[in-house]
C-alpha cells in the first residue's frame, strides 16, 4: 500500500477536521532572582542529568526561533563546537551538534542582513505575529526560543508560547537583564511538569493559561 503524507490535519469521530498545531516552547535558564543574561554562571552546575534534558528538549524540535543576540552568539559558537570541544561525551554533542546547525533558524531581527551566515538561517523582519503564527501551523514538532528576551516578551504579548520551561540554577546574581521585563501584562501560568536534578537545578514547565483546550 502506497504511503499517504502526513499533512497534519486528523479528523475527528464527527469527520470535524482538526489541525494540530506546533508548539512554541519558550526554554530559558534562570537565577533565583530571575536573570537570563550571559548564562556562563550555569556551567559550575553543568551533569549529564542536564545535558539529557537539553538532548531530548532538542530531538522533540524541529526548528529555532530566535532574536538577534541569541542567534549572533549561537552563529559563532555551534558550527565549529564540536572540533573546539576536548571532553567527555563527545559523541552526543556532536548528535546535538547536528541537529542545532541542521534545523531551521528563524531569525527576528532589524538590523540583520539576509544571506544569513549560520545553515539554514531565515530573517524575520516584518510582522512577528503573523510570521510565528504562520510557522505554527505549518506541519512539525516543537519549534524552540532559546533565550531571546526581548521576542519572547512579544510572543507573550501576542498569546504565541504554548509551553514555558525554566531551567532554574540556584544561584542569586544581583544583577542582569531578568527574563521578564518590567511592566508586562499580568499573565497566569498553570504548572505541568517539575524537574530536580542532583545538582540543584530545577526544571519548571508551565503552559499558558487555556492552552490545554486547544491541545
Request: aromatic share 10%.
Amino acid at each position: 500500500m502506497a504511503k499517504v503524507a502526513d499533512t497534519g490535519i486528523r479528523y475527528g469521530g464527527s469527520n470535524k477536521k482538526e489541525v494540530n498545531v506546533r508548539k512554541v516552547v519558550v526554554t530559558e535558564f534562570v537565577s533565583l532572582d530571575g536573570v537570563v543574561e550571559d548564562p556562563s554562571w550555569t556551567f559550575q552546575f553543568a551533569g549529564e542529568e542536564q545535558e539529557n534534558f537539553k538532548f531530548d528538549e532538542l530531538s522533540a524540535a524541529d526548528a529555532l526561533l530566535l532574536g538577534r543576540v541569541t542567534y549572533e552568539g549561537f552563529a559563532a559558537a555551534w558550527p565549529d563546537m564540536v572540533e573546539q570541544y576536548e571532553g567527555p561525551r563527545r559523541a552526543d554533542l556532536g548528535e546535538y551538534a547536528d541537529m542545532m546547525n541542521g534545523y531551521p533558524k528563524y531569525v527576528v531581527s532589524t538590523t540583520l542582513q539576509e544571506p544569513l551566515e549560520w545553515n539554514n538561517s531565515t530573517l524575520i523582519r516584518g510582522n512577528v505575529a503573523e510570521e510565528v503564527s504562520r510557522l505554527k501551523q505549518e506541519p512539525g514538532k516543537d519549534i524552540l526560543v532559546f533565550g531571546s528576551g526581548e521576542l519572547v516578551d512579544t510572543l507573550m504579548e501576542h498569546n504565541l508560547i504554548d509551553e514555558y520551561r525554566l531551567m532554574v540554577f540556584p544561584v542569586v546574581l544581583g544583577s542582569g537583564k531578568r527574563l521578564f521585563r518590567d511592566g508586562v501584562d499580568t499573565k497566569v501560568l498553570r504548572l505541568i511538569d517539575t524537574k530536580a536534578f542532583g545538582s540543584g537545578v530545577v526544571v519548571l514547565t508551565y503552559q499558558a493559561a487555556g492552552k490545554e483546550a486547544e491541545g
